[in-house]
């Protein structure tokens, strides 16, 4: 999410499967899309059928390979070598798009003289406090801007539109992929540099005023301990190549399962509020409502508008009870007062540290790294909420787990308190999801949850209700935000089910004082008139009854009419990109949203990403603030200075570049940094139940990546209980090409047992061509595949991969790296009872 | 009523099984195995009673067209969903000596359960290996065509999961030359082992299942040239004439001598 936030302005895709029809060249990358997104898939197999050029880079031959023109296969964890192989290609051969990168991004910005480059640094930015572990990022700005008490002013910058100056973000960035050589590429990659030469001409040549390539990525390039540096190399890839914001271009950042986009949107995570406002931090920045709006309101772009956004939220949250004498209710909202990701809970849930703990719709038990540490961690709860369609493994850990099968724990030991919750399935309730393209689609419910099931609206509102009854009656100063809370949902049908609608249109936002919903985000006000749970879903419920994630009648072939894509039905983003800086179309093949100098106005097949009267020629005012602070020709209108980011002045933690670091286990030292094994900002979490490989490691020769399969959803909580699934894919297995498995004397169909220091998994051995060993640097290295399907419960069983996977965070998102590890892959079964533990402790500590 | 076909193309099939589950969930099929075979990503193994639909996974040495697949060594996995013929003469029909097995308005053959004897003459008899005897229920399933569904309008329900239209449905006329059409434009595009699998010219006759192939059909488990258990009747017959006359002559001469 900020690797295309910090580039483009927002963290969704920027396009739409179904767009992918009008790509000269697709690369997928990263991405099982065949696999794990069959349906949207079709549109790549029907562009394919149309001529386009597919290409999917991989370690694995997946489905996805099977239906390209071009599979490569690469060592997991090198993804950003590459591509910034493809970066250096397109700058050394002068393939940019001049003109779009000129007028659109940042390359001609002069960057602050203080920066130095992990070139100079031998793989730190300058900024970088090895004491704190963290960057100081201000030498990262542009030259002549600081950061004082708010955001910097980026809109004020110097630049050389002749990209000449050697300190500007086009000569900065050509300098810092210079080493990234076909040579290297080869090397650490393991693709030969003539394959990779092809690819190179294959993408930048579908690229320019008459084509347009695609890039597709999925948690392929997420989960890695640089996953957000990565897709912020594909980012600079495609303003480059002028991709962003045309038909057929962009970047589709494919989400794993249904409305994971919109679990961002309005997030299921602890560091933002809906709309992406930030979560107020602990201390001094958000003490009061100014000093948290003076941190995150710029002056200039979309963001001046942050005031409004925030107010409008916390009236929404807190209705009446929110008025300007009590900063609308913001001393009201958590504050953040540490690493409360995933990881870092999950971490204090195993010290003992947490009390109590809801899960719904997830199965950390095995769907979530560093499976057997979690489990360990349930334990230590002294109560624990699990809602589901079936009695999941985060269930039942107590009595049936591999722990307690080997006598780690012992369930009369165990304290936790379970209280399981059967919940409804998608077609027992009304509601709403975001898929990948934010198209915000509205379903309804088929059928009546059987028996005690309820939905998790009915479990959470009926749950709030009770709890603000609760705090009603005990006056403490912490109550006084749930007593405010608004909870106003009226209910039907003999359970009592809230009327989704309803929170929908308390998203939508509405006008506080007659309730009637507003039409768009640019109605909200920072004066309380206007409540608003999710600024960007403004304008799909603008009127009462006109649901438009309802919708279902296609007017055209961006598909208007079909559900609603936020914001304001824009299908593909930053589309003035798609326009000349004149306005008119770079050419007739890619037109897409354009300037009518007759009627005044953008006009085009999709919904203008732009104010849709300001002209192309519009310069602003010195003193213009907000959108009219940006130029007639600055599509990139959520960035402070209108343009896109090759370079990131702002906003990420571990570089305003994307640059090469090995994963925190890799069969190879960093060839590009003598000093800098893996991303310095990176936290591997480091203990005895969360131990690493070294890297390289005799004991763990082979590298290790972890995926899904068409057959099952995730970790199977849904799919290996229903028959007709389970049956299709009914065991665990690991892939692995035929020289590793006559290295491992090792059989198809054998047993075989995958140990890294952090547990084993027994599963099958698929020996299959699908897997190769790479040449890395002159030695072959091995990879094995895993899908973590499995776990110990439902119609089919098996070992769960991510008893495998080390909790650690990358800086941005704190995400796992699942993608690219080490491992040893030994004959034979694991066993079970307390004979398997000290196997279990034997493979783990093994010794060369 | 129009008479209907399949046209199944493995060059569009990403392998997702979607048409064997629709299949299923349709037509209310039970599990039939829950084992790891080890074929690649096939569990299904083959057509029975209670699979209708077969996804088969094939990994070979081979190129597919003009695909690179990591580098100079040729390969490709090719995903072929199989599914009954319904074919012309077909040997599950005319073995069933109950009348259970008939043809329908459709032209496609289908099997009455309520007729049905369980005796399995039909599952020996089919060219295909499609038709098969539940063993708990000790009757033989198959795939209906959708009779249901295609008496309501409605296409076949893996033809209508089927995301990448690779499983194609339609009159038999529009599929036969569809499926010719295709093969030239494949050949054109580097697949120069396509080729459309038709059981016309053999004793099968048409069949309303038309597979676009690449490379031997044996590698599909299709028989190259099927036959329908039928065609043999007449030799047969004659010869156990022949040798119940020879019998009966010898047994004379016994008497004679």
């Given at each position: 999410m900020p690797g295309l936030g910090t580039s483009f302005g927002r963290g969704g895709s920027t396009t739409a499967p179904s767009e992918l029809l009008n790509s000269d060249a697709i690369l997928i990358m990263g991405s099982n899309m065949a696999e794990n997104h069959p349906v949207g898939f079709q549109w790549v197999v029907e562009a394919r059928e149309?001529?386009?050029?597919?290409?999917?880079v991989d370690p694995r031959f997946s489905r996805t390979s099977a239906m390209t023109d071009l599979w490569l296969p690469l060592r997991a964890g090198s993804d950003l070598l590459f591509l910034g192989g493809l970066i250096r290609y397109v700058l050394e051969n002068g393939r940019e798009f001049r003109e779009y990168l000129v007028h659109y991004t940042n390359a001609a910005v002069i960057v602050a003289d203080e920066f130095r480059d992990t070139e100079e640094l031998d793989g730190v930015f300058s900024g970088w406090n090895p004491e704190t572990k963290s960057y100081d990022p201000t030498s990262w700005l542009y030259r002549g801007i600081s950061e004082k008490n708010g955001p910097p002013d980026l809109a004020h910058y110097e630049s050389d539109s002749t990209l000449e100056h050697p300190r500007c973000v086009f000569q900065l960035l050509k300098k810092h992929f210079a080493r990234y050589t076909p040579e290297v590429v080869e090397a650490g990659c393991g693709i030969p540099r003539e394959m990779f030469l092809k690819v190179a001409e294959i993408f930048t040549s579908a690229s320019g005023a008459e084509r347009t390539g695609a890039v597709v990525y999925s948690v392929g390039w997420t989960q890695h301990s640089s996953g957000v540096q990565v897709i912020r190399a594909a980012a600079i890839l495609q303003m480059l190549l002028g991709n962003m914001g045309r038909p057929g271009g962009g970047i589709l950042a494919l989400r794993g399962h249904a409305s994971i986009q919109g679990s961002t949107d309005i997030p299921t995570l602890?560091?933002?509020?809906?709309?992406y406002l930030p979560m107020p931090a602990l201390g001094p920045v958000s003490r009061t409502l100014a000093d948290y709006i003076a941190r995150n309101r710029q002056s200039t772009g979309w963001w001046a508008n942050f005031d409004k956004y925030i107010v409008s939220l916390l009236r929404a949250y807190y209705g009446e009870a929110a008025t300007p004498e009590n900063d609308w209710g913001f001393g009201w909202l958590p504050r953040i007062s540490g690493?409360?990701?995933h990881q870092g809970y999950w971490l204090d849930m195993n010290e003992g540290r947490m009390e109590g703990l809801f899960v719904l719709g997830q199965n950390p038990a095995v769907g979530a790294p560093n499976a057997r540490l979690e489990r360990r961690a349930l334990s230590k709860l002294k109560w624990l909420v699990v809602r589901d369609l079936v009695e999941i493994e985060t269930t039942a850990f107590w009595y049936d787990s591999p722990e307690v099968r080997r006598g780690e724990l012992k369930p009369e030991e165990i304290g936790t308190e379970v209280f399981f919750f059967p919940a409804a399935g998608h077609a027992e309730k009304d509601g709403c999801f975001t898929n990948t393209q934010r198209l915000l689609q509205w379903h309804e419910k088929a059928v009546d949850p059987p028996g005690d099931a309820r939905s998790e609206t009915w479990f959470i509102y009926h749950l709030g209700r009770r709890l603000k009854e609760k705090a009603r009656n005990d006056p403490r100063p912490r109550n006084a935000g749930l007593a405010a809370l608004t909870w106003d949902y009226s209910v039907e049908g003999i359970h009592s089910e809230p009327r989704v609608e309803e929170i929908l249109a308390e998203i939508n936002g509405f006008r506080s004082n007659n309730r009637q919903p507003i039409a768009s985000y640019t109605e909200l006000t920072a004066d309380g008139s206007t409540a608003c749970g999710?600024?960007?879903?403004?304008?799909?419920?603008?009127?009462p009854g006109d649901n438009h994630a309802r919708e279902r009648k296609v007017h055209d072939a961006y598909g208007h009419g079909w559900?609603?894509?936020w914001p304001s039905d824009?299908?593909?983003?930053y589309?003035?990109?798609?326009?000349?800086?004149?306005?008119?179309?770079?050419?007739e093949r890619k037109k897409l949203v354009w300037w009518d100098e007759e009627a005044k106005r953008w006009t085009g097949v999709d919904v203008p990403d732009f104010a849709a009267g300001k002209a192309p020629d519009y310069r602003p005012a010195a003193d213009a603030a907000g959108d009219a602070a940006l130029a007639g020709d600055k599509p990139f209108i959520l960035h402070p200075d209108g343009l896109g980011w090759l370079w990131v002045p702002t906003g990420l933690k571990d570089g305003p570049l994307p640059t090469h670091y090995e994963p925190l286990e890799s069969p190879i030292r960093n060839q590009l940094y003598s000093t800098q094994q893996t991303n310095p900002a990176a936290e591997a979490k480091a203990g005895p139940e969360n131990a690493y490989a070294d890297s390289p490691d005799p004991r763990f020769p082979y590298v290790l990546t972890t995926y899904r399969l068409t057959e099952h959803h995730t970790a199977g909580g849904m799919s290996r209980t229903l028959p007709h699934l389970a049956e299709l894919q009914p065991e665990m297995f690991c892939e692995i090409s035929p020289a590793l498995a006559a290295e491992c004397d090792v059989r198809h169909g054998e047993w075989v047992t995958v140990v890294t220091p952090r547990g084993l998994v027994e599963a099958r051995a698929m020996v299959t061509s699908r897997v190769r060993p790479l040449r890395i640097h002159g030695k072959l290295v091995h990879q094995i595949g895993m899908p973590y399907h499995w776990g110990f419960r439902g119609l089919v069983k098996g070992g769960a991969a991510n008893?495998?996977?080390?909790?650690?965070?990358?800086?941005?998102?704190?995400?796992?790296e699942t993608k690219g590890m080490l491992c040893n892959l030994v004959r034979g079964r694991s066993g079970e009872g307390p004979a398997a533990l000290k196997r279990l402790r034997s493979l783990m500590e093994r010794r060369p | 009523m129009s008479v209907s076909a399949f046209l199944t193309d493995p060059t569009l099939c990403i392998g997702c099984k979607a048409c064997e589950v629709a299949c299923k969930e349709w037509n209310g099929l039970p599990q039939d195995g829950l084992e790891w075979t080890g074929f690649s990503y096939d569990n299904t193994r083959q057509l029975g009673a209670s699979t209708w639909r077969h996804v088969l996974f094939l990994e070979q040495a081979r190129p597919l067209g003009t695909q690179i697949a990591g580098g100079e060594d040729p390969f490709r996995w090719v995903f072929l969903s199989d599914v009954c013929k319904h074919c012309e003469n077909a040997g599950c029909l005319e073995a069933c000596p109950t009348g259970a097995i008939v043809r329908t308005e459709f032209e496609s053959v289908f099997v009455q359960h309520d007729v049905c004897n369980g005796c399995g003459y039909c599952v020996v008899s089919c060219p295909f290996g499609v038709i098969d005897k539940r063993v708990e229920d000790g009757r033989a399933f198959k795939c209906t065509f959708c009779y249901d569904r295609q008496k309501a309008g409605l296409v076949p329900a893996c033809a209508k999961t089927c995301p990448t239209q690779s499983i194609k449905f339609g009159t038999i006329e529009e599929m036969e030359s569809r499926a010719q059409e295709r093969v030239t434009e494949l050949r054109a595009r580097g697949y120069s082992d396509a080729h459309v699998y038709d059981a016309r010219g053999t004793s099968v006759g048409r069949s309303h299942a038309l597979f676009i192939l690449l490379g031997e059909p044996e590698a599909y488990n299709f028989p190259p040239a099927p036959d329908v258990p039928t065609v043999h009747l007449r030799s047969a017959w004659t010869a156990a004439t022949v040798a119940a006359a020879v019998g009966f002559l010898i047994v004379c001469a016994a008497f004679l001598l």
């Amino acid at each position: 999410m900020p690797g295309l936030g910090t580039s483009f302005g927002r963290g969704g895709s920027t396009t739409a499967p179904s767009e992918l029809l009008n790509s000269d060249a697709i690369l997928i990358m990263g991405s099982n899309m065949a696999e794990n997104h069959p349906v949207g898939f079709q549109w790549v197999v029907e562009a394919r059928e149309r001529g386009t050029k597919v290409i999917h880079v991989d370690p694995r031959f997946s489905r996805t390979s099977a239906m390209t023109d071009l599979w490569l296969p690469l060592r997991a964890g090198s993804d950003l070598l590459f591509l910034g192989g493809l970066i250096r290609y397109v700058l050394e051969n002068g393939r940019e798009f001049r003109e779009y990168l000129v007028h659109y991004t940042n390359a001609a910005v002069i960057v602050a003289d203080e920066f130095r480059d992990t070139e100079e640094l031998d793989g730190v930015f300058s900024g970088w406090n090895p004491e704190t572990k963290s960057y100081d990022p201000t030498s990262w700005l542009y030259r002549g801007i600081s950061e004082k008490n708010g955001p910097p002013d980026l809109a004020h910058y110097e630049s050389d539109s002749t990209l000449e100056h050697p300190r500007c973000v086009f000569q900065l960035l050509k300098k810092h992929f210079a080493r990234y050589t076909p040579e290297v590429v080869e090397a650490g990659c393991g693709i030969p540099r003539e394959m990779f030469l092809k690819v190179a001409e294959i993408f930048t040549s579908a690229s320019g005023a008459e084509r347009t390539g695609a890039v597709v990525y999925s948690v392929g390039w997420t989960q890695h301990s640089s996953g957000v540096q990565v897709i912020r190399a594909a980012a600079i890839l495609q303003m480059l190549l002028g991709n962003m914001g045309r038909p057929g271009g962009g970047i589709l950042a494919l989400r794993g399962h249904a409305s994971i986009q919109g679990s961002t949107d309005i997030p299921t995570l602890y560091d933002i509020l809906p709309g992406y406002l930030p979560m107020p931090a602990l201390g001094p920045v958000s003490r009061t409502l100014a000093d948290y709006i003076a941190r995150n309101r710029q002056s200039t772009g979309w963001w001046a508008n942050f005031d409004k956004y925030i107010v409008s939220l916390l009236r929404a949250y807190y209705g009446e009870a929110a008025t300007p004498e009590n900063d609308w209710g913001f001393g009201w909202l958590p504050r953040i007062s540490g690493d409360h990701s995933h990881q870092g809970y999950w971490l204090d849930m195993n010290e003992g540290r947490m009390e109590g703990l809801f899960v719904l719709g997830q199965n950390p038990a095995v769907g979530a790294p560093n499976a057997r540490l979690e489990r360990r961690a349930l334990s230590k709860l002294k109560w624990l909420v699990v809602r589901d369609l079936v009695e999941i493994e985060t269930t039942a850990f107590w009595y049936d787990s591999p722990e307690v099968r080997r006598g780690e724990l012992k369930p009369e030991e165990i304290g936790t308190e379970v209280f399981f919750f059967p919940a409804a399935g998608h077609a027992e309730k009304d509601g709403c999801f975001t898929n990948t393209q934010r198209l915000l689609q509205w379903h309804e419910k088929a059928v009546d949850p059987p028996g005690d099931a309820r939905s998790e609206t009915w479990f959470i509102y009926h749950l709030g209700r009770r709890l603000k009854e609760k705090a009603r009656n005990d006056p403490r100063p912490r109550n006084a935000g749930l007593a405010a809370l608004t909870w106003d949902y009226s209910v039907e049908g003999i359970h009592s089910e809230p009327r989704v609608e309803e929170i929908l249109a308390e998203i939508n936002g509405f006008r506080s004082n007659n309730r009637q919903p507003i039409a768009s985000y640019t109605e909200l006000t920072a004066d309380g008139s206007t409540a608003c749970g999710c600024w960007i879903y403004s304008g799909v419920f603008p009127a009462p009854g006109d649901n438009h994630a309802r919708e279902r009648k296609v007017h055209d072939a961006y598909g208007h009419g079909w559900g609603y894509a936020w914001p304001s039905d824009r299908r593909i983003l930053y589309n003035r990109a798609s326009a000349r800086p004149d306005g008119q179309p770079w050419s007739e093949r890619k037109k897409l949203v354009w300037w009518d100098e007759e009627a005044k106005r953008w006009t085009g097949v999709d919904v203008p990403d732009f104010a849709a009267g300001k002209a192309p020629d519009y310069r602003p005012a010195a003193d213009a603030a907000g959108d009219a602070a940006l130029a007639g020709d600055k599509p990139f209108i959520l960035h402070p200075d209108g343009l896109g980011w090759l370079w990131v002045p702002t906003g990420l933690k571990d570089g305003p570049l994307p640059t090469h670091y090995e994963p925190l286990e890799s069969p190879i030292r960093n060839q590009l940094y003598s000093t800098q094994q893996t991303n310095p900002a990176a936290e591997a979490k480091a203990g005895p139940e969360n131990a690493y490989a070294d890297s390289p490691d005799p004991r763990f020769p082979y590298v290790l990546t972890t995926y899904r399969l068409t057959e099952h959803h995730t970790a199977g909580g849904m799919s290996r209980t229903l028959p007709h699934l389970a049956e299709l894919q009914p065991e665990m297995f690991c892939e692995i090409s035929p020289a590793l498995a006559a290295e491992c004397d090792v059989r198809h169909g054998e047993w075989v047992t995958v140990v890294t220091p952090r547990g084993l998994v027994e599963a099958r051995a698929m020996v299959t061509s699908r897997v190769r060993p790479l040449r890395i640097h002159g030695k072959l290295v091995h990879q094995i595949g895993m899908p973590y399907h499995w776990g110990f419960r439902g119609l089919v069983k098996g070992g769960a991969a991510n008893d495998l996977v080390a909790i650690s965070e990358e800086p941005n998102v704190r995400i796992m790296e699942t993608k690219g590890m080490l491992c040893n892959l030994v004959r034979g079964r694991s066993g079970e009872g307390p004979a398997a533990l000290k196997r279990l402790r034997s493979l783990m500590e093994r010794r060369p | 009523m129009s008479v209907s076909a399949f046209l199944t193309d493995p060059t569009l099939c990403i392998g997702c099984k979607a048409c064997e589950v629709a299949c299923k969930e349709w037509n209310g099929l039970p599990q039939d195995g829950l084992e790891w075979t080890g074929f690649s990503y096939d569990n299904t193994r083959q057509l029975g009673a209670s699979t209708w639909r077969h996804v088969l996974f094939l990994e070979q040495a081979r190129p597919l067209g003009t695909q690179i697949a990591g580098g100079e060594d040729p390969f490709r996995w090719v995903f072929l969903s199989d599914v009954c013929k319904h074919c012309e003469n077909a040997g599950c029909l005319e073995a069933c000596p109950t009348g259970a097995i008939v043809r329908t308005e459709f032209e496609s053959v289908f099997v009455q359960h309520d007729v049905c004897n369980g005796c399995g003459y039909c599952v020996v008899s089919c060219p295909f290996g499609v038709i098969d005897k539940r063993v708990e229920d000790g009757r033989a399933f198959k795939c209906t065509f959708c009779y249901d569904r295609q008496k309501a309008g409605l296409v076949p329900a893996c033809a209508k999961t089927c995301p990448t239209q690779s499983i194609k449905f339609g009159t038999i006329e529009e599929m036969e030359s569809r499926a010719q059409e295709r093969v030239t434009e494949l050949r054109a595009r580097g697949y120069s082992d396509a080729h459309v699998y038709d059981a016309r010219g053999t004793s099968v006759g048409r069949s309303h299942a038309l597979f676009i192939l690449l490379g031997e059909p044996e590698a599909y488990n299709f028989p190259p040239a099927p036959d329908v258990p039928t065609v043999h009747l007449r030799s047969a017959w004659t010869a156990a004439t022949v040798a119940a006359a020879v019998g009966f002559l010898i047994v004379c001469a016994a008497f004679l001598l």
